[in-house]
């Protein structure tokens, strides 16, 4: 990483897939908390920044446009690396390790497995009060539209949230180190908690790749 | 399904549009966000119409973001001539059954009952769309009875707030479809784009007068003054046939495209879906604009759309 300032920085700099989807909403989130987010179009831009949100969208047309433009590979080497990663909803399918459906293949970036539009259709899509470990105060209003949901928690995954249906109870907000996925849509409201926790794990992040000067990290990336 | 769905919302009879916009689009209102909601996801994307179950995988697989299930396309609507009615159930859930992405559907101006149809059919958005033949010469549906959200055509402010008014959850611009003339899908734009900046800029005191002119409710006129955009998202549409026809539209202010008959009435369908997807994507980059548009094959045909007298256009079908 070649930063200007060496100084542990007081604000993250998070980037927003922006090949398809509802990136300006979140965009216009972290601007309510402080943070001028880019629109991340192009892989060579994932090393100038601490965390990458992938926005809701269309999972099957961001799968094919990552793979398309490249991004596979430099994705996962900047999470390995400590970037930190946030999924909503479509996001949440993207970086999956697997998916119920044969299609898309998700990236494997986090250890859940996802059953996409898991409540129905359009007209089954819903709004609903969720209680989210972390978050305090009121419980959060939570968007699901067309929404996934994560039908097996890997080893090491934190469930920050779940919904109750007619199997049971499942995860639709999960952690695991510096990476988060949700199911719903906080970019659609005006609740800016989640995206603060998001902003505290790309700080936790850039610092992490401060502290080791750039000739000290050469081939020997920092993991979080 | 499993889950209950706030439907209080929709029972509101008897309000005029704008207040009961004013009412239902509260952010509370779960309804309006879900529905708006999805046309949010489709951002940055393209639509593409497709009229067998095999067209509309090979949209999904080039990345289209949804498709729009027809029997004909504007193309073939506008050579055939009759009356363009709703597709065929069957074949709207053959494509339903066939892609995991949303599906979209037309019902024909003011034919509420099509649209209770294509709702139980369980269609993800409906297109109350000037491409079928108007059932009604006065009014269109009253889309807040429903639950699946609705897309509208607009040639300016005044019909994109009407519909809004209505309960449009997404608006597109008119064009002239079927044409693969891309002319009239930038006058809509640049129009609907242009009235949204002289609302912005106007004093307040003139926003009644503009209400008045435009034929818009006086409270979403007051929202578009407030915000400088439209409170729903809103897509081109009507004769892009290239992927430089996308980037146009998308440079020039909308949020995603429609591609009727310019898909699969090109010599490469599954190479022009691909190119016009990424086209949207990258819509601001020339060099990746150039390098998307080599060796697509012909274009669609196409008509000069300023030709048509004015009997024959679609786009003055919506009132």
Known sequence: MNRLNGNAPSRPRIGVLALQGDFAEHIHMLGLIGITAVEVRKVQQLSEIDGLIIPGGESTTIVKLLTRFDFIDGLRSQVESGMALWGTCA??????????????????????????????????????????????????????????????????????????????TQAVAVKNGRILATSFHPELTRDTRLHELFVELATEAANDRIRISPDITEGTPSQA | ??????????????????????????????????????????KGGVIMDVVTPDQA????????????????????????????????PDLISGIINAVSIPVMAKARIGHFVEAQILEALGVDYCDESEVLTPADNEYHIDKWQYKMPYVCGARNIGEALRRIGEGAAMIRTKGEAGTGDIVHAVTHARQILGDIRRLQNMPTEELMSAARDFQAPYELV????????????????????????????????????????????????????????RATTHFNDPDMLAEISRGLGTAMPGIEANKIPQADQLQTRGW
């Open chain 2, 1 to 42: 399904m499993a889950t209950t769905i706030s439907s209080s919302a929709t029972q509101t009879n008897g309000t005029r549009g704008a207040q009961r916009w004013k009412e239902m689009s509260k952010p509370e209102v779960g309804d309006w966000r879900v529905k708006g909601g999805l046309a949010q996801m489709l």
């Open chain 1, 91 to 168: 996001g949440m399918i993207v970086i999956a390790r697997e998916l119920t459906d044969p299609y898309p293949t998700p990236l494997g970036l986090i250890d859940i497995g996802v059953s996409r539009n898991y409540f129905g259709r359009q007209v089954d899509s819903f709004e609903q009060e969720l209680v989210i470990k972390g978050i305090e105060g009121a419980p959060m209003q939570a968007v699901f539209i067309r929404a996934p949901i994560v039908n097996d928690v890997g080893v090491g995954v934190e469930t920050l949230a779940s919904v109750q249906n007619g199997v049971g």
């Open chain 2, 57 to 88: 995988k090979i949209a999904e697989d080039a990345g289209a973001v949804s498709v729009m299930a027809l029997e004909r396309v504007p193309s073939d609507i506008r050579r055939d001539g009759g009356v363009a009615r709703m597709s065929d």
């Open chain 2, 222 to 277: 007051v929202e578009v003054h407030r915000t400088g955009k439209l409170p729903v998202v809103n897509f081109a549409a009507g004769g892009i046939a290239t992927p430089a026809d996308a980037a146009l539209l998308m440079q020039i202010g909308v949020e995603g495209v429609f591609v009727g008959s310019g898909i699969f009435k090109s010599s490469n369908p599954a190479k022009m879906a691909d190119a016009i997807v």
